[in-house]
Structure formats: structure tokens, C-alpha cells
């Protein structure tokens, strides 16, 4: 029987970052999917930065980037057609490396991931296949997998396994765990199409928060244009099998004869969070354990979110040790986490979906009132809090995401990520406070921990530190408007603590050891 470090059930998005992470760190994984091919259509268009440095990781980043647009910002359009509310994009040079949000092409993105899994000699990818039963006890999980076509069936062992398998997941029900339904439930279509001719459209992705007929409007990468709109009480989704219904609609946002429609189905948005996240070695992630009206662009993001958080975790505990403590952790800091992120999606779904003429009205006069005096929050990632609980400690930058600088490396920039390794980072901006770790050098060491100075020129560094070069001063900046010297940050790039001198430093190592599981 083969044993696997990870058996991971379900390849969209969330299951091929896992997977890719969890294999470009050595762990010998198998992934089971029930199809053959990607799925040849987008659900997801848009995609943040936070994503972007998860797939980082995967080693697709860099190639998906040329394909993606940066995200153009949101306005609001209220019943009169003038803007109530808007989106505005961060402009560069971004915090985390990439562009707040990017649109782009969702099966270009599955084909980079899947050809990263076949690259690797540690992946073993079972297509047309499913896992039709496991079991599990105290130190494996013994999964059979079977042949969709065959009927084949083989049994493999492995220390986790992970149910990515989408909204309705089968490990989820297999392990008999319920979501708790936030309450959100409509039918909207959602056309893709490609634009053949200019043609007059908005400059910015749009919510026409219209009562007759509610609708986004959102520019893709390249030609790709896409509009989801609100299915009225009296429609059903079959209304729309009848191409010239669709046009019809359409017609009310652009002139629909300058595009070339690649596909249009209909949706039925809800929102719901898992109650349970994990059995002791069997873990769900993204759609299998949450799901979210698409409002933010946030249901990809926060699979992402949670395959990262995971991966780590996983690759920590395969290196120094199961510990019950850590893993219970993937849950406590991704569940609130993700919930409140699914509370905003939903909070923008009702306002943008509005039916009633007067509550639409009314509801435009407040956000105007808002916008006109400052009062409205018109940064998209404001609505995507900092990890609240888990390996954290209480530091008010713990939870929140490091910076990603620009790096010179051998005279052309280079992203901190794509020199630093999925592990655990001391990073200060000072020879001077490296030399606090010296006592705790070979324990650092042990855990995978990395050293880094980060400065402004080239500048001698201790033994085992790495000196980096920043290009421009974006850690700078943020190092001196956080007033510390010296961060540590966990392997997905949540600082867990920030640093003020070398007792600080020794307590904080202390607490992250005994949160490890490794304080024996
Ligand atoms: C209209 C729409 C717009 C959206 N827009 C955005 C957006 O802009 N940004 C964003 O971040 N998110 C968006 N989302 C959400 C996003 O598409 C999903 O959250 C994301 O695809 C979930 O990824 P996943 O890998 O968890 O699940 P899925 O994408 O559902 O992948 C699950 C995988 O598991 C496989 N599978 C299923 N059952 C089995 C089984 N029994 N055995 C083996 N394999 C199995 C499936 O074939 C599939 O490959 C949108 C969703 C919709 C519907």
C-alpha cells in the first residue's frame, strides 16, 4: 500500500495551491480529482494580493502576472445612475508586492497550477478519480480512491487528508459536518464575454445598484468582460436557456453586439461557514468549508488564504511532530476569519441587490452622505480583516501581513518572497538587532528559521543572516511608521510578533515554541 505524506481530495484552486505548496517543500502528496481536464470556464475573475504571494509559493505568480489586469476600482451607480459608493485601487508601489486586486482568466490559472503539480517528482496525480471512503485513527488516515472509469479501486495511506472538493464536498459529508448558513440566497447569471469592437463601456468595474434589475459589471483581463445580474422574482434560470432572453437583458448595460459570448450560466449565491473545520487528520479547505455571495471576489482568495495557512502547519508538523495544539490552530484563526470576510460579501450583496425603489433610495442617500464627508472606507482590502487568534501574540502588527519589498538582486528587482523560503523569517532592519537572536541562533536554525536584514545599500551582515537590498522603502517606511526594528513572520507571511529588544525577543521565541507544540 503506498503512504502518502497528504492525500488531497479535489484539484480546482484551493486543492492545486495545497498541493503545490505542501510538494515544493518535499512532502509527497496525491492528488485526487474527479476530472480529467480543468474546468473550462471562470468562476472567480478577480483575485488579491494576498493570493497572488500564496501562488507565489506554487511558482505560477510570476507566470500568471502578464495575463492579469490590475483591478480598475468599483464605482456604486445608485438609482439615478450617479455614483453612492466606490472601490479605489491601492496605487503602486504595492505593500505586498502585487496589485491589491487583479482580474484574471480562472482555468489559466488551474492549467499553471496542474503543470507546477506534474513538474514534481514528489506528486502523484490520480485524474478521473475520487475517494470513495477513508478511515482514520490516531496516526493515518487509510483512503480508498477509485477509478471514475474503471471502477478500479486502490487503497493508500497517508498522514492528512484534505477535502478541497468544492461546495459540496463529499469528505465534508463523509465526516458528517453541517455549514451554518448565513442566510444569503439568490439566482444571479453571469455572462463571460470577449469584446470585438470599441464600444461605449464604464472605465471601472460597476455595480449598478438598479432596482429594476441589479447588476456588476467587471473588467476582466485582456478583452475578457463579464456581468452578473440579479434573476427577478418572477425568473427562473431556465428563463435564460433562450439566447435572445439573455440579450434582451443585457441590453439594458451595453451593446451586446460587439461581444462574443464564451459562456453564461447561472448561480445560487449563498453564504456559509463550516462548523467544523477538521477531524483530527482529515482537513477541509475553501468551498468544501466555506462559501460566499461573490460580491468581495473573495471565495478563491480565502481558499487560498486557507490553503497557505494549512500548508505550513502540515509542513511543520511533518518535520518536528504531530502536535494536536498547532493544528488545531487552522481553525481558529481561519473560521473568524473568513466568516467576517463572507459578513461583508453578504453586506454588499444587499446593498447592491436592493429590489425595493424607496430602501434604494433611501439607501443612496445615506452612502452619498457618507462619501461626501469621508466617512465611507473605499479601500477594498479594509473589508479583509488581520488574523485575529491562534499563533499570534498580543502586538498590535501580530496578524497582520509583512510587506513584500522589491529586492535588488544581482542588479534586477526581485520580490522578497521569491528570495526568502516558505519558513519561519527574523527580519530586522538593522545589523545591530540581528545580534539578539545570536543566543537562540541554533534553536532558530532548527525550526527552519530564517535570518534577514533588509536595508537600503549593500552593508555587511553577521554569520547566517542575509543581507537583502531594498529597491525601493516600502519595508523601510513600514519598519519606522511601526516603530520596531525586527519582525518575526510565520512561513505565510502573518507577523506574529514584532521586536523591541533582546529580552522581548527571548520571551517571544519562548511563547512561539510553547504554540509550536515544541516546548518539551
Ligand atoms: C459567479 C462566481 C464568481 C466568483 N468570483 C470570484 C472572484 O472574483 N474571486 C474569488 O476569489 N472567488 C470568486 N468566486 C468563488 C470561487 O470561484 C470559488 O471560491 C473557488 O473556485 C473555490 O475553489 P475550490 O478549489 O475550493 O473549489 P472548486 O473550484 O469547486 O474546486 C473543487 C475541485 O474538486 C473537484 N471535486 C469535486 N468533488 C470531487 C470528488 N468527490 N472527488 C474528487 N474531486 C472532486 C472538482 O472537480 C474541482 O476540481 C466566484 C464564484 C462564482 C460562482
Redesign the pocket.
Given at each position: 500500500m503506498q503512504h502518502f505524506d497528504v492525500v488531497i481530495?479535489?484539484?480546482?484552486?484551493?486543492?492545486?495551491v495545497l498541493a503545490n505548496l505542501l510538494a515544493a517543500q518535499g512532502l509527497s502528496v496525491c492528488v485526487?480529482?474527479?476530472?480529467p481536464e480543468v474546468?473550462p470556464t471562470p468562476?472567480?475573475?478577480?483575485?488579491?494580493w494576498e493570493?497572488m504571494r500564496a501562488l507565489q509559493y506554487c511558482g505560477v505568480a510570476h507566470t500568471l502576472f502578464p495575463s492579469t489586469r490590475p483591478h480598475p476600482g468599483t464605482d456604486f451607480l445608485g438609482v439615478d445612475g450617479e455614483i453612492i459608493k466606490l472601490f479605489d485601487p491601492a496605487p503602486p508601489p504595492y505593500a505586498l508586492g502585487w496589485p491589491s486586486t487583479s482580474t484574471f482568466i480562472?482555468p489559466e490559472l488551474e492549467k499553471m497550477l496542474r503543470r507546477a503539480l506534474s513538474l514534481r517528482a514528489n506528486v502523484t496525480m490520480k485524474l478521473g478519480?475520487?475517494?470513495a471512503d477513508f478511515t482514520e485513527d490516531t496516526s493515518r488516515v487509510i483512503v480508498t480512491i477509485a477509478d471514475s472509469a474503471t471502477g478500479a479501486r486502490e487503497t493508500a495511506t497517508a498522514a492528512v487528508l484534505v477535502g478541497?472538493?468544492?461546495?459540496?464536498?463529499?469528505i465534508r459529508k463523509r465526516l458528517g459536518f453541517s455549514l451554518e448558513d448565513y442566510r444569503f440566497d439568490e439566482w444571479?447569471i453571469?455572462v463571460d464575454a470577449w469584446q470585438l469592437c470599441d464600444t461605449e463601456l464604464p472605465r471601472k468595474t460597476t455595480q449598478y445598484c438598479w432596482p429594476s434589475r441589479p447588476a456588476t459589471y467587471v473588467v476582466g483581463p485582456g478583452n475578457l468582460r463579464r456581468w452578473?445580474i440579479k434573476l427577478l422574482a418572477h425568473e427562473s434560470p431556465a428563463d435564460f436557456d433562450d439566447p435572445a432572453r439573455l440579450r434582451a437583458v443585457m441590453a439594458n448595460y451595453v451593446d451586446i453586439r460587439c461581444f462574443d459570448i464564451w459562456r453564461s450560466a447561472t448561480?445560487r449565491?449563498a453564504a456559509r461557514v463550516g462548523d467544523r473545520w477538521a477531524s483530527r487528520r482529515v482537513f477541509l479547505?475553501?468551498?468544501?468549508v466555506h462559501?460566499?455571495p461573490?460580491f468581495l471576489?473573495?471565495?478563491?482568495?480565502?481558499?487560498l488564504r486557507d490553503a497557505f495557512n494549512l500548508a505550513w502547519k502540515l509542513v511543520f508538523a511533518q518535520r518536528h511532530g504531530w502536535s494536536d495544539a498547532l493544528l488545531s490552530t487552522y481553525e481558529t484563526e481561519r473560521k473568524p476569519n473568513v466568516a467576517k470576510v463572507i459578513q461583508h460579501a453578504k453586506e454588499f450583496g444587499l446593498i447592491i441587490g436592493e429590489m425595493d425603489e424607496a430602501r434604494a433610495l433611501e439607501r443612496d442617500r445615506t452612502l452619498r452622505a457618507e462619501l461626501r464627508e469621508g466617512r465611507m472606507t473605499t479601500t477594498r482590502q479594509a473589508f479583509i480583516p488581520n488574523l485575529a487568534n491562534g499563533i499570534l501574540v498580543d502586538d498590535p502588527l501580530s496578524g497582520s501581513l509583512m510587506v513584500q519589498p522589491e529586492i535588488v538582486s544581482q542588479d534586477r528587482a526581485r520580490l522578497m518572497d521569491d528570495i526568502c523560503p516558505m519558513a519561519f523569517l527574523y527580519v530586522t532592519a538593522n545589523a545591530a538587532a540581528q545580534a539578539w537572536m545570536e543566543p537562540h541562533a541554533d534553536a532558530w536554525r532548527r525550526i527552519g528559521g530564517q535570518r534577514i536584514v533588509i536595508q537600503s545599500s549593500v552593508q555587511p551582515a553577521p554569520d547566517g543572516v542575509t543581507a537583502l537590498v531594498e529597491a525601493g522603502d516600502i519595508f523601510a517606511k513600514w519598519a519606522a511608521a511601526n516603530s520596531t526594528a525586527a519582525v518575526i513572520v510565520r512561513p505565510d507571511r502573518y507577523v506574529y510578533a514584532t521586536v523591541q529588544d533582546e529580552n522581548d525577543l527571548a520571551r517571544k521565541l519562548t511563547r512561539l515554541d510553547a504554540q509550536l507544540g515544541l516546548a518539551d
Open positions: 481530495s479535489g484539484c480546482g484552486p484551493t486543492g492545486g485526487v480529482e474527479r476530472f474546468y468562476r472567480a475573475i478577480v483575485l488579491d493570493a480562472q478519480c475520487t475517494v478541497c472538493d468544492g461546495a459540496n464536498s463529499e444571479w453571469v452578473e448561480y449565491f479547505a475553501g468551498d468544501a462559501q460566499t461573490p471576489g473573495q471565495g478563491l482568495c480565502a481558499g
